[in-house]
């Protein structure tokens, strides 16, 4: 209850202070110009990505024309296509071609592990459960990228606790198999393309989840439902309905596993067979060899590569829900 005054009569509110005449005339300014209002609270933000990101990629690009004197090891500010036809090499191109197909095959292997873990988490899981299991995708997140890759070097090594697991298993010689085959395997799961995909596939995994759990959360039940009544069979309301739908958080997904997967530097060096990838070559251009142009070059093959996928992405469609 409000407390009353001597005379009985309850307290009056505080008196609101007014506001100021510069004040009122500043947000009058604004309220008559919301073009400049919204620029001046984007300005922060544009500036940073104009000025940080964008720029340096305009000084990625520059460096790219130019080249290196093989004799004295400068830097040759004229203007080239010399570096760019480096790629043409044949070492060069199977860096290209290691890296591309290596995050092919870690974004459908990331896809393939997510799918029934998203779609049970979207469609299944109560409440808890679902709590529990974003828990369980997000821990990895929450340790260093270093120590989790590390630990996978002792899980896959020759006497590590998969291959302990696998000879109790008695699918060792399965493995001598795959790690047999010359263009994924090596001499443990540790030094071959096929531990350096395992391991691929297990870091990026989350950002594969956590977009296609979403996009499946948006199908609505009754459209399964209206396809179930009007007698399709599970399979091809998978294939005709839950899919297409689904196809934004897949691409989405696959946008974060591709893009990293073909800038990351530190697994090749960890594992596989001592191999060049496009991330590894930057690093190494641009650092022990000093050849900064030809770094470059490397740099701006992933930003062409991404660059082709989303426009392929978006001529099919796979942006329209998004």
């Known amino acids: ?7 009985g009569a309850p307290d009056a509110p505080a008196p609101i202070p007014p506001v100021g005449v510069p004040d009122r005339r500043a947000s009058a300014f604004f309220h008559r110009h919301p073009l400049l209002q919204r620029t001046l609270f984007l ?9 940080i990101y964008l720029g340096s990629l305009a ?7 130019w080249s290196l004197e093989e004799f004295t090891g400068l830097v040759d500010k004229t203007f080239t296509l010399s570096t760019y036809a480096q790629l043409g090499d044949r070492a060069n191109r199977d860096i290209i071609v290691r890296t591309v197909g290596m995050a092919a095959a870690a974004t459908v292997g990331a896809a393939v592990v997510s799918f029934p873990l998203a779609y049970f988490m979207a469609r299944y899981a109560s409440p808890r459960i679902k709590t529990a299991l974003y828990v369980a995708v997000l821990m990895p997140l929450w340790s260093s990228y270093l120590v989790r890759v590390l630990a996978w070097k002792q899980i896959l090594a020759k006497e590590g606790a998969l291959d302990w697991v696998i000879d109790r298993l008695g699918f060792s010689s399965a493995l001598d198999v795959l790690l047999g085959i010359p263009s994924i395997g090596g001499e443990s799961l540790s030094q071959s393309y096929l531990g350096m995909w395992i391991v691929f596939v297990y870091i990026w995994l989350p ?7 979403a996009a499946l959360e948006r199908v609505p039940q009754t459209t399964l439902e209206a396809s179930s009544d009007l007698g399709a069979r599970p399979w091809w309301t998978f294939r005709r ?3 297409p739908l ?8 696959s946008i974060f596993t591709f893009s990293l997967t073909l800038g990351d530097y530190i697994i090749p060096q960890i594992f596989g067979r001592s191999t060049f990838f496009i991330g590894l070559q930057v690093y190494v251009q641009q650092g022990t060899a000093g050849n900064i142009p030809l770094a470059a070059v490397f740099a701006v093959v992933p930003i062409v590569v991404m660059a082709v996928y989303l426009w392929g992405a978006k001529r099919l469609g796979a942006f329209e829900a998004l």
């Open 43 to 51: 300005l922060p933000g544009l500036g940073w990505l104009g000025v």
């Open 241 to 243: 309905v839950t899919f």
């Open 246 to 253: 689904a196809l934004p958080g897949l691409v989405a997904g």
């Open 59 to 65: 000084a990625l690009l520059v460096y790219s024309f």
């Open 1 to 7: 209850m409000a407390s009353a005054t001597p005379s």
């Open 207 to 213: 950002f594969m989840i956590l977009p296609l759990q």
